[in-house]
């Protein structure tokens, strides 16, 4: 069964600091990532997702994730954090639910970005 | 398009009573799904729907039920309400092709007393 690991809880850093939050996922096919940022009393939003192609992935805000298949890890960075990144992320991997798509999400626990002035 | 929209946005429920959870998505999206996030166990996945009168389990269903008798709509149920269902639900809707990614609603914050 597929599974995401994320193994910090909570990271605090500096604004303009760099940031680097890590996700392992289990997952027997080829799998679709997805990093998502939650503000405080929000839904989620969408950062950036990987399906193939350059392991590279660019999203919004900023942000990029690296994915190492070697590894089993999807790693969300960001070279300088703003006070505005203060949020909860979750990284998710997707399985098909039927032929002809669909998916099916399976979150990490999250980690919670506390920026510091 | 005003996307995917929850009501209520907080309720707070005795245990016993029920209630239903509205979502509606205005994007012709063909799959929904339910969440319930609880502190530090990040979402699970409650129900989904794969299109208008179609629904499956997901991981956590036991206590909820769901329909979907329309592309738009997709509430949840709750029956007979407990402490263990206080949560924060979300629906989630997607076009449908495992490249694609789930948009959110706000979510729904719920207490049971």
């Known amino acids: 069964a597929q599974s995401v690991t994320q193994p910090d809880i909570h990271i605090t850093v500096s604004e303009g600091a760099s940031l680097e939050l890590r996700c392992n996922y289990s997952?027997?096919?080829?799998?679709?990532l997805f990093w998502y940022v939650q503000s405080p009393g929000q839904g989620l939003q969408l950062l950036l997702k990987?399906?193939?192609?350059?392991?590279l992935v660019q999203g919004i805000k900023g942000f990029e994730a690296e994915f190492k298949r070697s590894q089993s890890s999807f790693n969300l960075r960001k070279p300088s954090v703003h006070w505005s990144d203060a949020a909860e992320y979750f990284c998710?991997?997707?399985?098909?639910?039927?032929?002809?798509?669909?998916?099916?999400?399976?979150f990490g626990t999250g980690t919670q970005l506390k920026v510091e002035l | 398009n005003a996307g995917v929209t929850q009501t209520p946005k907080f309720r707070i429920l005795k245990i016993g009573q029920s209630m239903t959870l509205q979502c509606t998505q205005d994007?012709?999206?063909?799959?929904m799904y339910w969440y319930r996030q609880d502190p530090g166990m990040g979402l699970k996945l409650i129900y989904y729907s794969v299109g208008a009168g179609i629904t499956d389990k997901g991981e956590v269903p036991n206590g909820y039920n769901v329909s979907r008798s329309t592309t738009e709509d997709f509430p949840l149920r709750l029956e007979l309400a407990a402490p263990s269902q206080t949560s924060v639900y979300f629906c989630?809707?997607?076009?449908?092709?495992?490249?694609?990614?789930?948009?959110f609603g706000p979510g729904t914050r719920l207490t049971v007393l």
């Open positions: 997952y027997g096919a080829t799998p679709y």
């Open positions: 990987y399906f193939s192609g350059d392991t």
């Open positions: 989630a809707s997607i076009h449908g092709t495992v490249y694609n990614e789930q948009f």
């Open positions: 994007m012709n999206h063909n799959y």
């Open positions: 998710a991997v997707a399985t098909s639910i039927l032929t002809g798509g669909g998916n099916k999400l399976t």
